[in-house]
C-alpha cells in the first residue's frame, strides 16, 4: 500500500474512532439524564445548544460541500474513469482521489456533527417530558 493510502486510512480510522467513542459517550450520558435533576438537565441542553451554535457554520459547510461533491461523484462517468487509466493521466486520477478522500472525510464530520445535534434533540425532549410531568403533578 502507498503512504498516500496508508495516511488516508489511518485518518479515516482515527475519525470512525472518534464517531465510536461520541456515540458511546452519547448512549452513557442519555441513560442517565432522566435521573439527574431537572436543572441539571437544563445546564447540559444549554450547553449543548451553545457547543452546535458555535459549530452551526462548520457543520453547514460540510452539508453543503457534501451535497456538492455527491453531485460531483454522479456526474463523474465510469468511462471517464477508464479512459484516464488506460492513457496514465495521473493528475486527474489523484484529483479524483483527493476528491473521494475530502469526501469520507467530510462524511465522518458530518457523522459526529449529527449526534451532537441527535444529543441536543434528546435532551431537549427529556427536558420537555420532565417539564409535563411536573406540570401534571399536584
Request: hydrophobic share 35%; net charge negative.
Amino acid at each position: 500500500m502507498s503512504t498516500t493510502i496508508d495516511k488516508f486510512t489511518k485518518q479515516l480510522h482515527d475519525n470512525l474512532e472518534m464517531v465510536e467513542e461520541r456515540m458511546k459517550s452519547l448512549r452513557d450520558h442519555i441513560q442517565f439524564v432522566p435521573k439527574q435533576p431537572h436543572v441539571e438537565i437544563q445546564s447540559r441542553l444549554d450547553e449543548a445548544k451553545t457547543n452546535l451554535s458555535t459549530k452551526k457554520v462548520e457543520f453547514e459547510g460540510y452539508r453543503a460541500k457534501l451535497r456538492i461533491q455527491f453531485e460531483e461523484k454522479e456526474s463523474e462517468l465510469n468511462s471517464n474513469v477508464e479512459e484516464w487509466k488506460s492513457w496514465r493521466e495521473i493528475n486527474r486520477l489523484e484529483l479524483r482521489a483527493d476528491k473521494a478522500e475530502d469526501y469520507a472525510a467530510r462524511a465522518t464530520y458530518l457523522a459526529i456533527a449529527t449526534m451532537e445535534e441527535a444529543e441536543k434533540a434528546t435532551l431537549e425532549a427529556i427536558a420537555a417530558r420532565l417539564d409535563a410531568e411536573v406540570a401534571g403533578t399536584p
